[in-house]
């Protein structure tokens, strides 16, 4: 029996999960629309750029989604989302304490780990668990407790299809099939509430986000991400195809070299939802992001990139985001912005390879950055694959809406999001390092044997 890989389980997963939500959310499908655009033009403008992500085989991926994103609510659920994602190849990677932000959970994010896995598909999914512990009110906690302990978010045959996947080894062509359907049913949306007008206002009282997360059968998926090449554009562009942005870009300024990640999104719309005691309401949950990726950095890196951001965010913070870029760009001029220097300097990841028209004659006993410097050994930036706290608190809040309040922050409690898991988290920055210790590694080896 041949099953398929895990890489082909989760773009099976991905593309059936896009399309539930293209449905669900029309808004979102415009957003795809104008992200491709322009995606098409930037490719168009930037032959260089066109080259590179040709070169690396990126091309036919640029319209897939990068990730999604989920709540739950109980250590169980999460516990089994791990061994869902596990079967499509996707490992919880970071940790990430939103309560700093006010934002009452928990996450880590489920994604491919090899390089080879990331580029056949690179889906991933941030995924949050709500801290019960931060609600304030006891009576209330008590609640929300009993209504998590009544459901169940999957269906019976993912259940089985989880146990047989792992005990096999993984499925088949006509199981995976189901195993998808099954899945979807976890990531679906619910127009109906669990609990009455009057539960979900005090929960919602608490914070907008208990509630999401307790009053509904369902983790209903929230948002999609495609992979934009020029996030300033498709900024620009939204409010002219009926997108309203969030106010501002979160992460770091445009760059020559682009580093981690940056994010925008917009609110979804409000939507109708029916009570348990039949009453009408309104739900805002869903939206749409885009993102645009640059380099991993190593920790000093990120500890310089932590920095210029707390100063960003010390001054007065600007609602316009042509002003806000401005004052960011500013301040990150303190940040390196060649390749040479980032990574002489060890401040981001890097792959190296033996460039194809190195010669025995050329090798001979030059340094390594010798070799960079004569071209014969070629240096590619790596590119970041997480998420990051601030900005995730800023897509967040973005979408809970404007009477939205924060709670207190608790302490980060990677050890109790862990025990929930199942597992404990992979630190994203020994990945970065083993895979640029592993190219370093092979072009090593590679230089030894030509100069032999
Ligand atoms: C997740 C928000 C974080 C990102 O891209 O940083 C996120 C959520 O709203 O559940 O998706
Ligand atoms: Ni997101």
């Given at each position: 029996m041949s099953y398929l890989t895990p890489a082909q389980l989760r773009s099976r997963f991905s593309s059936a999960l896009s399309a539930m939500y293209r449905d669900e959310v029309p808004q979102?499908?415009?957003?795809?629309?104008?992200?491709?655009?322009?995606?098409?033009?930037?490719?168009?403008?930037?032959?260089?750029?066109?080259?590179?992500?040709?070169?690396?085989?990126?091309?036919?991926?640029?319209?897939?989604?990068?990730?999604?994103?989920?709540?739950?609510?109980?250590a169980s659920e999460l516990a089994m989302l791990c061994r869902i994602f596990r079967i499509m190849g996707m490992h919880p990677v970071g940790y990430y304490d939103l309560s700093v932000?006010?934002?009452?959970?928990?996450?880590?994010?489920?994604?491919?780990?090899?390089?080879?896995?990331?580029?056949?598909?690179?889906?991933r999914i941030f995924t949050s668990l709500l801290r019960l512990e931060l609600i304030e009110d006891p009576a209330l906690q008590d609640f929300a407790t009993e209504l998590l302990s009544q459901r169940d978010i999957f269906t019976e045959p993912l259940k089985q299809l989880v146990v047989q996947a792992e005990q096999q080894g993984g499925l088949s062509a006509e199981d995976a099939e189901r195993f998808v359907l099954e899945a979807l049913e976890t990531f679906r949306w619910h127009d109906t509430a669990t609990v009455t007008?009057?539960?979900?206002?005090?929960?919602?009282?608490?914070?907008?986000?208990?509630?999401?997360?307790?009053?509904?059968?369902g983790p209903h998926i929230n948002h999609l991400t495609?992979?934009?090449?020029?996030?300033?554009?498709?900024?620009r562009l939204m409010p002219e195809w009926g997108i309203t942005p969030k106010a501002v870009i979160e992460g770091?300024?445009?760059?020559?070299?682009?580093?981690?990640?940056r994010q925008t999104s917009f609110r979804a719309l409000e939507?109708?939802?029916?009570?348990?005691?039949?009453?009408?309401?309104?739900?805002?949950?869903r939206f749409g992001e885009i993102e645009q990726r640059g380099i991993a950095l190593t920790p000093k890196g990120r500890a310089l990139y932590d920095q210029l951001l707390n100063q960003s965010l010390s001054q007065p913070q600007s609602q316009d985001n042509v002003r806000h870029q401005q004052q960011l760009a500013d301040i990150f001029t303190a940040f390196p912005d060649d390749d040479t220097t980032l990574?002489?300097?060890?401040?981001?990841?890097?792959?190296?390879?033996?460039?194809?028209?190195?010669?025995k004659k050329d090798l001979s006993d030059h340094s390594l950055e010798h070799l960079i410097e004569a071209g014969m050994v070629q240096v590619d930036p790596i590119t970041y694959e997480d998420f990051l706290p601030v900005s995730a608190a800023g897509i967040f809040q973005s979408n809970l809406g404007d009477d939205d309040r924060s709670l207190n922050a608790g302490q980060a409690h990677q050890q109790a999001f862990e025990a929930a898991l199942g597992c404990q988290v992979q630190d994203p920055f020994k990945l970065y390092e083993a895979q640029q210790q592993a190219s370093l590694n092979a072009c090593l080896v590679q230089l030894q044997a030509l100069r032999r």
């Open positions: 979102y499908q415009t957003l795809l629309d104008l992200v491709e655009q322009v995606n098409q033009k930037t490719l168009q403008q930037q032959p260089d750029l066109h080259q590179a992500l040709a070169a690396r085989g990126e091309l036919p991926r640029l319209a897939l989604e990068r990730h999604g994103a989920i709540r739950v609510g109980q932000a006010g934002v009452p959970v928990h996450s880590t994010a489920f994604r491919p780990i090899e390089a080879d896995e990331l580029k056949q598909n690179p889906f007008a009057e539960r979900y206002q005090a929960l919602l009282q608490q914070h907008r986000l208990i509630a999401d997360v307790l009053c509904f059968r495609p992979r934009t090449l020029d996030i300033d554009a498709v900024q770091p300024p445009a760059r020559h070299c682009p580093i981690l990640l939507e109708p939802i029916r009570f348990l005691d039949q009453s009408q309401g309104q739900h805002t949950a990574r002489r300097e060890g401040l981001a990841y890097y792959q190296y390879r033996l460039s194809h028209d190195a010669t």
